[in-house]
């Protein structure tokens, strides 16, 4: 079936949320970016924090580059239906990251990584 046609609903996106098995949404579209864990510049925790729900705000606050929004085709599973998938509709009751979302929240800890690097990579461009 094509990823333009399939749509899920927050229920069942929100049962991908191991690190087996990771499902998030970014602006509408449903993303199963369980192999590229292992390989997210930023660490495997900020895609664990948001694995099984909506995961637009910290995506785009973080400031993606262009490559990183053309690499996101490669994920794609298909459109949201209804309304995205929050930390509330989770299905499962303790996820083997869920000590990461009660300890951190998407907009401090989970962030600090990505801009440090962000701002690792500006200076060395600026002086190199």
């Known amino acids: ?7 899920y609903r927050a229920a069942e996106i929100s049962k991908h949320n191991e690190r087996s098995d990771i499902w998030i949404v970014i602006n509408g579209h ?3 970016v369980t192999g590229f864990l292992d390989e997210h510049p930023g660490g495997e925790e900020v895609i664990l924090e948001h694995a099984g729900i909506d995961a637009s705000e910290a995506f785009e606050d973080i400031g993606h580059s262009e490559d ?10 298909g459109k949201l239906e209804g309304a995205p998938p929050t930390a509330a509709s989770q299905t499962k009751t303790q996820p083997e990251h869920s000590h990461l979302r009660n300890k951190q929240n998407s907009t401090s800890w989970g962030l600090l990584v990505p ?14």
């Open 1 to 7: 079936m094509s990823t333009d046609t399939t749509t």
């Open 30 to 32: 449903v993303y199963d």
């Open 115 to 128: 801009l440090a690097f962000a701002v690792v990579l500006i200076a060395y461009k600026l002086y190199a």
């Open 68 to 77: 990183a929004h053309d690499m996101l085709k490669e994920y794609l599973i």
